[in-house]
């Protein structure tokens, strides 16, 4: 019996270590496998569009065969045409900007929410999660009757004398930011919420008693003590931003230039899937790789502390 007790907590514990593998496995490893896989092949008229496709009635001469046909072919392409490059880096400077700006944005309501009445607190949160009981697809496609020239903002800004001719703000730039910080902000001001919750503020009115000025003592004390919660937010924000399709496709009109709107055109439009793999992993890579090193980073720091 005591062996059995031992045997069975060991067995439970190592069951529930394999349920998150077994859910990354299903979910991450084989997709991308599958993606990798055909981001190597060449495209062809035919369904699906590309080849080699891998069968069991193949056998493994057949298996060994196609699996020659495999070639770096598509990330060369990939490289070499400046179209790709940058709508890299055209994803990458537009979800760093938004960043930015939805964390300067951000930051104020989350710590007002922190130092807000314990009463309050719920109401506010309710808030900030009720954009989310709304489509993300309508809440983005709304914007469009605010930020059109005839729309909303100019009306309002005619009312009130503040300009003479429509601002033309839909279909720029400027209507891509604007709709990444309202589309993600709720994602950058919970985690800051819950760091600055938790937050100590008897440290502030000791810092205070001691001769720092408010001011002073927000940058010398809530602002590092909140590093984690603006290192996780703007991970929230950034990552899913520099893929995004639906914000540029509607609000950025066809000038913009992101990575996501050109992986569906890769996909649906010239129907190359290779191709439009090879970007998908490239894209994968540029945003896995930092992250597994800033995680590193951090859990040395915190082992040397």
């Known amino acids: 019996m005591k062996l059995l007790r031992r045997l069975f907590p060991a067995i439970g514990s190592r069951l529930v270590i394999a349920v998150p593998y077994l859910w990354l496995l299903c979910l991450f490893l084989i997709p991308f496998v599958i993606v990798f896989k055909i981001s190597l092949s060449q495209v062809t008229i035919a369904m699906p569009p590309y080849m080699p496709v891998f069968g069991l ?35 990458l400077y537009i979800a760093a900007v938004s960043t930015l700006l939805t964390l300067l944005v951000g930051y104020p309501l989350a710590y007002g929410m922190a130092r807000a009445p314990a009463n309050l607190r719920p109401l506010l949160l309710m808030m900030v999660i009720l954009p989310f009981w709304t489509s993300f697809l309508i809440r983005v496609y709304a914007w469009i009757g605010i930020l059109k020239p005839e729309g909303l903002l100019n009306q309002f800004l005619f009312f009130l004398g503040v300009i003479d001719e429509p601002l033309i703000i ?11 910080v309202y589309s993600y902000l709720p994602f950058m001001v919970l985690p800051l919420y819950a760091t600055l919750e938790k937050m100590d503020y008897s440290l502030i009115e000791a ?38 399709f ?20 890769e996909f649906f439009s010239n129907r190359d899937w290779p191709v439009a793999s090879a970007v998908a992993i490239v894209l994968l890579m540029i945003l896995v790789l930092p992250i597994v090193y800033f995680q590193r980073t951090q859990a040395r720091a915190r082992e040397q502390a």
């Open 57 to 91: 009635e193949d056998g493994v001469s057949g298996f060994l065969e196609k699996l020659r046909g495999l070639s770096l072919e598509n990330y060369v392409w990939l490289f070499g045409d400046p179209l790709y490059i940058n709508a890299y880096l055209s994803s």
């Open 170 to 180: 839909l279909n720029t730039t400027r209507a891509v930011y604007i709709g990444i």
């Open 207 to 244: 810092a205070e008693d001691l001769g720092c000025t408010r001011l002073s003592a927000f940058w010398k004390i809530t602002f590092p003590l909140s590093l984690p919660g603006i290192v996780a937010g703007c991970m929230l924000v950034f990552i899913p931003a520099v893929g995004e």
């Open 246 to 265: 639906v914000i540029p496709d509607l609000l950025g009109g066809p000038r913009t230039l992101m990575i996501g709107k050109t992986l569906w055109s």
